[in-house]
C-alpha cells in the first residue's frame, strides 16, 4: 500500500509539472502572429506517416539514420511495458499481464529487450560521434555550453533506462526460476545465482523504481531540451509547407501597392491599412507566424541544415541552426519575463504585463547579427535538408524584409541595386527604357 501511496503522487506531481511546462511551451509558440495554414490534408497526413512517423528524410545519411532508429522504435514500442508498469503501479500487483497473456506476454517482453539492446549499441555510437569522433556539425559555434551538454545528458539517460530494465527482468527472472523466459534476460539471469530472495526482490524493485523514475525525468526535462522534438515533430509536419520550395510568399500590403500601381485588381480592396503602424518582415518573436515559432521548438539541433549550407561551408558566419535555436531561445526569454509579471517590461507601465502589453527593449537581432541575414543565398538547402520539415529560410527573409523595408537599412553593396531598381525598373543602373529593345524588331 506504501508503495502504491508513493507511486500515485509522484506519477501524480510528474504528469501535472510536465504539463505546467507543456503550457507554457503552447503559450510561447502562440506569441507568433496568426497564421492560416490550409491545404491538401491528405499530402499533410502523408508528411506526418512517412517523415515525422516514418523517419523518411533520415536515411538520406544511413548510418545515423539506422542508429536512430534503433532508439526511436525502442522508444515506441517500450511504452507497452511502461503501461504495464503504471497498472502495477496502481494496483499493487506485479506484472499484471503475465497471466492472462502467457507466451505472448514473453514474446512481448523479450521483443522490447532485443530492441533495447540495439538502443545500448547506438546509444554508445551516438555518443562516441559527439565526443571521440567529434563530427564537425555537433562543435559548431551555436553547439557550446548547453546545446551539447543537453544531447549528451539524454543520451545518459538512455543508458540508465536501458540499465533498470534489465536489472528489472534479470532479478525478476531469477526470482522466479526463469519462467518468463525473456530473450536476453535469460542470459543475464544467472548473475544472481546464489542470491537470497530478499536480496533479488530488493534487486527489482530498485529496476522498477529506476526504470518509471527516469521516464518522468525524461516528460520532465523534454520542455527544456531539443528533444522535444519527439513531439512536436508531429504537429510540425503536418502544418509544414506544401508550396515548391523555391517559392516565396509576397508581402500583401507591397503586392497590393504594386497592382494598385499596375491598374491591377486589389485584394481586400476595401480594407483600411494603418501605414503608421505597418511594419513589413519581422524583427521579434511577435512578428514571426505561430509556424516559424513551432519550428524552432522542434528543432533536433542535428545541423543538418547548418552541414549542406554553401555560406557557413564557404566560411561564411550564416548558421541556419543557429537562426532556429535563437527564434526559440528567444521565446523562452520572452516567456520567462512574462511569468516574472514584472512590470518593468510593460509598454504601458499601468497595466499587467501581458503579451500584447510586452516590451522588454530587444529584440532578435540581438540574437542574429545582420552578417548572418545577409550571407543567406536562399538556395533553400537548409530547407531540403530538415529531417522535420523546418523552414529556417522563412525567418532569415522576415528578418531581412524588416531591415530593409521598415528600417531603410541593409549592405552598402545592396543599396545601389535596390535604387536602380526604382529608378530604372532593372537592377543595373541603365539609361535605356525598359522597353526600347521593342523598336528594334
Request: charged share 20%; with cysteine; net charge neutral.
Amino acid at each position: 500500500m506504501i508503495q502504491q501511496v508513493l507511486f500515485v503522487l509522484i506519477a501524480g506531481a510528474s504528469l501535472g509539472y510536465a504539463a505546467m511546462q507543456f503550457l507554457k511551451i503552447r503559450r510561447n509558440i502562440k506569441l507568433g502572429k496568426d497564421e492560416s495554414i490550409s491545404g491538401n490534408s491528405a499530402e499533410r497526413w502523408r508528411n506526418v506517416l512517412l517523415i515525422a512517423l516514418g523517419q523518411k528524410k533520415m536515411f538520406s545519411r544511413m548510418i545515423p539514420a539506422v542508429l536512430h532508429l534503433f532508439i526511436y522504435v525502442a522508444f515506441v514500442i517500450t511504452q507497452v511495458e511502461l503501461i504495464e508498469i503504471f497498472v502495477d503501479g496502481i494496483t499493487g500487483q506485479h506484472r499484471v499481464f503475465w497471466p492472462p497473456l502467457g507466451g505472448f506476454y514473453t514474446f512481448v517482453i523479450s521483443f522490447i529487450e532485443i530492441l533495447s539492446v540495439l538502443a545500448l549499441v547506438a546509444t554508445i555510437a551516438f555518443l562516441a560521434r559527439r565526443n571521440i569522433l567529434r563530427l564537425a556539425r555537433f562543435h559548431k559555434p551555436e553547439m557550446k555550453g548547453w546545446p551539447f551538454k543537453d544531447a549528451n545528458y539524454i543520451l545518459f539517460l538512455e543508458l540508465a533506462l536501458i540499465f533498470f530494465i534489465f536489472l528489472m527482468n534479470s532479478a525478476d527472472m531469477a526470482r522466479h526460476q526463469n519462467e518468463y523466459g525473456f530473450v536476453v534476460s535469460q542470459f543475464l539471469s544467472p548473475i544472481w545465482d546464489g542470491t537470497g530472495e530478499g536480496t533479488l526482490h530488493l534487486m527489482e524493485r530498485i529496476g522498477w523504481w529506476g526504470h518509471i523514475l527516469v521516464v518522468f525525468a525524461f516528460l520532465n526535462y523534454l520542455p527544456f531540451s531539443k528533444h522535444l522534438h519527439v513531439i512536436l515533430a508531429f504537429p510540425n509536419t503536418y502544418f509544414a509547407r506544401l508550396q515548391p520550395r523555391g517559392e516565396m510568399d509576397n508581402m500583401p500590403e507591397v503586392m497590393n501597392e504594386v497592382k494598385n500601381m499596375l491598374g491591377l485588381p486589389v485584394e481586400n480592396a476595401g480594407a483600411e491599412v494603418n501605414m503608421e503602424n505597418l511594419e513589413f518582415g519581422a524583427n521579434d518573436v511577435f512578428s514571426l507566424s505561430w509556424k516559424n515559432v513551432l519550428d524552432a521548438y522542434s528543432c533536433t539541433e542535428c545541423g543538418r541544415c547548418t552541414s549542406v549550407c554553401p555560406a557557413n561551408l564557404t566560411g561564411k558566419k550564416l548558421s541556419p541552426r543557429k537562426i532556429v535555436m535563437d527564434i526559440r531561445d528567444r521565446a523562452d526569454e520572452i516567456g520567462k519575463k512574462l511569468d516574472s509579471k514584472d512590470t518593468q517590461y510593460a509598454k504601458d507601465k499601468s497595466q499587467a504585463l501581458s503579451a500584447a502589453n510586452f516590451d522588454d527593449g530587444r529584440s532578435l537581432f540581438d540574437y542574429i547579427s545582420r552578417e548572418e541575414i545577409h550571407a543567406c543565398t536562399t538556395c533553400n538547402a537548409c530547407v531540403e535538408a530538415c529531417p522535420v520539415l523546418i523552414n529556417p529560410l522563412e525567418p532569415i527573409l522576415k528578418l531581412r524584409r524588416y531591415e530593409i523595408l521598415s528600417l531603410s537599412e541593409g549592405p552598402s553593396e545592396w543599396l545601389p541595386m535596390f535604387n536602380s531598381l526604382e529608378n530604372n525598373g532593372a537592377v543595373w543602373a541603365m539609361s535605356v527604357e525598359r522597353e526600347a529593345w521593342k523598336s528594334e524588331l
